[in-house]
C-alpha cells in the first residue's frame, strides 16, 4: 500500500509516521520504491493481522472494510488484489466487471489459468447467463482444451445473437472457428456449416 492508501482505508492521518516506525523497527514491515513509497507487511504479519480482524469486528463490519479495500486497490490498478476480496465477500458482480475490463490483458501476458481460476468461483447461474463470460471463459481454455471450449464459443455465440451484440457475435463466430479448426480429431467439413450459416 501507498501512504495515500493507508490514509484512506484507515481514516488516520499519521499513516506515514506510523508505517514508517513499523519499518524502522523491523516489525515485519517493508518499504519498496523510489518515486512513490509502497509498504508492504511480512506475509505471516499480513495472516495474522487479518485472523485478529475477524475476531475483533463482526461479519458486516469486516465485509464493509474488504469492499472499502478491494475498491481502494481497483483505484490503484490491484486488480487480482481487489479481486480475491470481491470473491471474499462474494461480491460476483464487480468480480465479472473486473474480469470484463482485464481479461484481454490477461491473455496477452499468458496468464490463462488465472483467468480461468476467476471464472471458475463466479456462480454457474450468472456465469451461464453472460455472453461476455463465457466467451472469456472459451478463449482463455481454448489452447489447452479445444474440445471444451467449442462448445463455450456456441453458448456464446447463441446468447451474443439474442441481444444483437455484433462484436460479441463475430468474436464468437471466429472462436469456434478457430477450435474446429485446432481440433485435430474433425473434418475439415465440419466447418462449411459455420460459413454457409453465417
Known amino acids: ?52 480482524s475477524e475476531k475483533l469486528l463482526g461479519d458486516i463490519e469486516l ?5 472499502n479495500a478491494a475498491e481502494l486497490l481497483e483505484k490503484n490498478q490491484q486488480i487480482e488484489a481487489a479481486i480475491e476480496l470481491y470473491e471474499q465477500i462474494e461480491d460476483w458482480e464487480k468480480v465479472a466487471e473486473l474480469i470484463k475490463k482485464t481479461a484481454r490483458s490477461l491473455l496477452n501476458q499468458g496468464r490463462n489459468f488465472i483467468l480461468q481460476d476467476w471464472l471458475s468461483k463466479i456462480p454457474e447461474q450468472q456465469l451461464n447467463n453472460d455472453p461476455w463470460l463465457i466467451y472469456w471463459l472459451a ?29 460479441g457475435i463475430y468474436l464468437a463466430w471466429a472462436g469456434a472457428t478457430d477450435s474446429i479448426r485446432l481440433d485435430f480429431d474433425v473434418n475439415a467439413s465440419q466447418l462449411d456449416p459455420w460459413f454457409i450459416n453465417s
Open 1 to 52: 500500500m501507498t501512504v495515500e492508501m493507508a490514509i484512506q482505508l484507515s481514516g488516520i492521518k499519521s499513516a506515514s509516521h506510523i508505517l514508517e516506525k513499523l519499518v524502522d523497527k523491523n516489525f515485519f514491515t517493508h518499504r519498496h520504491g523510489n518515486k512513490e513509497i509502497i509498504y508492504e507487511y511480512h506475509p505471516l504479519f499480513r495472516e495474522f493481522l487479518l485472523t485478529e
Open 63 to 67: 465485509n464493509v472494510s474488504k469492499w
Open 139 to 167: 478463449l482463455a481454455t481454448k489452447d489447452f482444451a479445444v474440445q471444451v471450449s467449442f462448445p463455450l464459443f456456441e453458448l456464446a455465440l447463441e446468447q451474443f445473437k439474442q441481444t444483437n451484440d455484433i462484436a
